[in-house]
């Protein structure tokens, strides 16, 4: 246990549904992150929030759309997503943005159809 | 842009070998580093990590890793390996983005490590 926990752990869904991934951290941090992870690609980074405010974006497409309702909680919105969408998608939390030793989730493995 | 570089993807060892993975960064300032390792159907985890202060960093597992500047280096090291430390490792690093704050952590593309018993 990571203190990060991310549900559901698997998910398939078409291309036309609408899904959320949800992430949960009990470390008191207050930064929380969504990465996706492809096979045979480096981890991307999509999503920063500190203190419950986007801070980065990295230029996600907008069929993924996160909140952040408080510093503990991190969902990531899906609606009309692409078969190339599929990946796992991870959830991290570190304490803030100068200590960014970052807390893994077990992730979410998304299936596209 | 920063990125990270991992020279790597796919090491085999036997019991006993020593571990180098390579870890190259390209950022010129202030940056952390660290190492994750991913165990088969395991959550990625924290083996090490550098902020600042003595370059050569000591991690769980009997892992180590070396901060060279001048190199844009932080290799991770192991002088024994085990089967139990099959797994894929990740390096990371972000950068001062300002003030006191770091950006985004951007990692490399992983090196999986497969250690024969």
């Known amino acids: 246990e990571t203190g990060v926990t991310q549900t559901p752990r698997h998910l398939v869904m078409g291309m036309t549904n609408k899904k959320s991934l949800k992430c949960e951290q009990h470390l008191g941090h207050n930064a929380m992150y969504w990465y996706k992870q492809s096979a045979k690609k480096p981890l991307e980074l999509m999503f920063v929030?500190?203190?419950?405010?986007?801070?980065e974006n990295n230029s996600v497409p907008s069929r993924f759309s996160p909140e952040c309702p408080n510093s503990s909680h991190l969902f990531l919105h899906l609606h009309t997503l692409q078969p190339e969408d599929s990946a796992l998608y991870l959830c991290?939390?570190?304490?803030?943005?100068?200590?960014?030793?970052?807390?893994f989730g077990q992730g979410t493995r998304l299936t596209v159809v | 842009a920063q990125s990270v570089s991992q020279h790597n993807h796919h090491v085999i060892l036997s019991e006993a070998a020593s571990l180098e993975l390579g870890c190259n960064y390209s950022?010129?300032?202030?940056?952390?580093l660290f190492w994750y390792v991913q165990y088969p159907g395991q959550h990625l985890q924290l083996l090490l990590k550098y902020f600042s202060g003595d370059p050569l960093v000591k991690g769980i597992k009997g892992f180590e890793a070396e901060f060279i500047k001048s190199k844009f280096s932080f290799n991770l090291r192991k002088p024994s390996v085990q089967w139990s430390d099959t797994a894929e490792y990740f390096c990371?690093?972000?950068?001062?983005?300002?003030?006191?704050?770091?950006?985004?952590?951007?990692f490399g593309q992983g090196t999986i490590l497969t250690v024969h018993p």
């Open positions: 950022y010129g300032g202030t940056v952390n």
């Open positions: 991290a939390s570190s304490q803030d943005l100068q200590n960014t030793e970052a807390f």
């Open positions: 929030y500190n203190f419950k405010e986007q801070t």
């Open positions: 990371a690093v972000n950068a001062r983005a300002g003030g006191t704050s770091y950006g985004k952590l951007t």
